[in-house]
């Protein structure tokens, strides 16, 4: 889980869509190549603060072994992830709202930053299942019953 929130956290601040120029641009037009980042689409500001949250519950889940954060954890990963694959499909969609926020000239693709915060929502949600299933179950005690 800890990777998976360092995973996030790098990938909101790292560029998600990498823009290649075309051969002809039109007359007036500069060129906007430049690299868009997580935190200029407004969704990596979501998967920074999921990654830090992340991290802050794998904490957790290590000094207390409580399921609860392992839990957290998993729904974490699942916003996490849920975002990525999202970006993932509107990048060459020109129909979508990333589209419309990047305001860029050329071919689009997925960049490092996207692909590290898919892998971070996968890897987020394998760790906090095994976190959940490694949490020591507690037996009813006399106060229970």
């Known amino acids: 889980m800890?990777?998976?929130?360092?995973?996030?956290?790098?990938?909101?601040?790292?560029?998600?869509?990498t823009i290649t120029p075309p051969p002809v641009l039109p007359a007036g037009e500069a060129p906007r190549t430049d690299p868009y980042t997580g935190l200029e689409a407004g969704?990596?500001?979501w998967v920074l603060g999921a990654g830090i949250a992340m991290a802050l519950l794998a904490t957790l889940l290590?000094?207390?072994?409580?399921?609860?954060?392992?839990w957290l954890a998993f729904l974490v990963a699942i916003l996490i992830g849920g975002i990525a694959f999202s970006d993932f499909n509107a990048v060459g969609d020109t129909s979508s709202e990333l589209w419309r926020r990047?305001?860029?000239v050329g071919d689009v693709d997925a960049g490092l930053?996207?692909?590290?915060v898919a892998a971070a929502g996968v890897i987020g949600v394998i760790a906090a299942a095994a976190g959940v299933a490694a949490t020591p179950r507690q037996?009813?005690?006399?106060?229970?019953?």
């Open 2 to 17: 800890f990777v998976a929130g360092g995973l996030a956290v790098v990938g909101a601040t790292v560029e998600w869509v």
């Open 43 to 45: 969704d990596g500001w």
């Open 62 to 70: 290590v000094l207390r072994s409580k399921s609860l954060y392992a």
């Open 102 to 104: 990047m305001d860029r």
């Open 113 to 116: 930053g996207l692909t590290l």
């Open 139 to 145: 037996a009813p005690t006399s106060s229970d019953v």
